[in-house]
């Protein structure tokens, strides 16, 4: 693996990244010695010494980091990549429990926690040398420098994401790539002050706050405090992932940020890590200094999106409230983004009042959300359905405006063998 990074740093190629909220990556064992052809010999290997393969086969917890087609089509698309010797990353979160076990208990059916790191795992290796700070809450503060207008975010609570990695072997090849995932850890492990004057889980609770984050693939959100920690853990991961590609691409090319796109692809797994469209964004503008319609160009070369739904029900919405306070930079983007979005609009359909009531990527009413498939498709270069059926669907039914706006982003990519 690490042979295979040092080589695409040699040749400056473009890499390809995988966000994605769920990874079923299956046994890494089988997988491993399958690709590497060396399956008959380990077999006679562990017979000279007493041991079935299948039976060690079945010793190795299963990463259950998904729940479905979703999760399966991530780690189909890892291993195909590196079998065809193509650079690419996945990267997503390393959760504690997976989706869950089931068992029969008292003659009914039950759902248990997952947790598949009880005996550890030795396919995930822990990089304790790349570590990010992740920002929530804080407010941002308006200045002025050098004549422009500049916003700074800050205060609020910050939890370290912790990488780890799991090398993907491609087939009949040495190439052999990552999946990144992050677990999070707080900032500070612990308030000795609180502790001494006895506010014993007080002292405690920031690190249990932190650790929540990684805790559970998707977490029951029928709850706001449930919705607030779904929404976290797409920040959280979408955060550290753009501060890691940021830093590996700064490495090579320092701060020529027009080479981006030629050298960066980030390719987005469904709506969950969308919120990485705002966060590039704001790092361009905020922390680079560059000018919004550069920055946006940027953005909007550098990411896909993948679409796997067409149930209204089932596209992702947040309410505009939870944003506002857990991310406030960003609910301001997002405003500033469907403002010159909208204008685009009212420029294809003048007056329209009802086609800019469809495409606004906040939906209006009562309890204001922003539509997290409308940021995606307006911060994408190409949006993917996954069967032609579904790519016919999307077109004519979820989002023919869209379409009609921008045919040319439309594409079927029919997954599968």
Request: glycine share 6%.
């Amino acid at each position: 693996s690490n042979e295979t990074q040092q080589y695409y740093s040699e040749q400056d190629t473009k890499r390809v990244y995988y966000l994605s909220l769920e990874f079923l990556m299956g046994r890494s064992l089988q997988n491993s010695i399958s690709n590497l052809e060396i399956r008959g010999n380990f077999g006679k290997a562990l017979l000279e010494i007493g041991y079935r393969l299948e039976d060690v086969f079945e010793q190795e917890k299963d990463a259950a980091l998904g729940n479905g087609g979703l999760g399966r089509l991530a780690a189909c698309f890892m291993d195909s990549m590196a079998t065809l010797n193509l650079p690419a990353w996945g990267y997503g979160l390393r959760y504690n429990y997976g989706m869950f076990e089931q068992g029969i208990y008292d003659g009914y059916q039950t759902e248990v926690p997952d947790y598949w790191l009880s005996h550890g795992n030795p396919w995930k290796i822990e990089r304790i040398d790349v570590q990010y700070g992740v920002r929530f809450y804080g407010n941002v503060i308006e200045v002025s420098e050098d004549g422009k207008r500049k916003f700074l975010w800050d205060g609020g609570e910050i939890v370290r994401a912790v990488a780890y990695d799991t090398p993907v072997p491609g087939y009949r090849t040495t190439n052999t790539n990552n999946i990144r995932l992050w677990s999070s850890r707080p900032n500070n492990e612990f308030n000795l002050g609180l502790f001494n004057q006895g506010n014993y889980f007080s002292a405690v609770e920031l690190k249990q706050r932190a650790e929540n984050i990684t805790s559970v693939l998707y977490p029951n959100d029928d709850t706001s405090m449930g919705k607030e920690l779904r929404l976290k853990q797409q920040y959280f991961f979408c955060a550290a992932t753009l501060c890691d590609i940021m830093r590996r691409f700064k490495k090579a090319h320092h701060e020529n940020w027009k080479l981006f796109p030629s050298k960066v692809a980030i390719q987005l797994n469904d709506t969950h890590p969308t919120i990485g469209i705002v966060e590039l964004l704001r790092k361009l503008i905020d922390e680079e200094n560059l000018e919004y319609a550069d920055a946006w160009e940027i953005v909007t070369r550098t990411f896909s999106y993948t679409n796997h739904t067409i149930l209204p029900e089932a596209l992702e919405t947040w309410p505009v409230s939870l944003m506002s306070n857990l991310l406030p930079r960003h609910i301001q983007i997002i405003y500033d983004i469907n403002y010159n979005f909208l204008q685009l609009v009212e420029k294809k359909w003048p007056g329209d009042a009802t086609k800019v009531q469809k495409l606004s990527i906040i939906e209006e009413g009562g309890d204001k959300r922003v539509r997290m498939a409308h940021l995606a498709i307006i911060g994408s270069h190409v949006i993917n359905s996954v069967a032609e059926l579904h790519s016919e669907l999307i077109k004519d039914k979820v989002f023919p405006e869209f379409y009609s706006l921008w045919p040319e982003k439309f594409q079927n990519k029919t997954n599968g063998v």
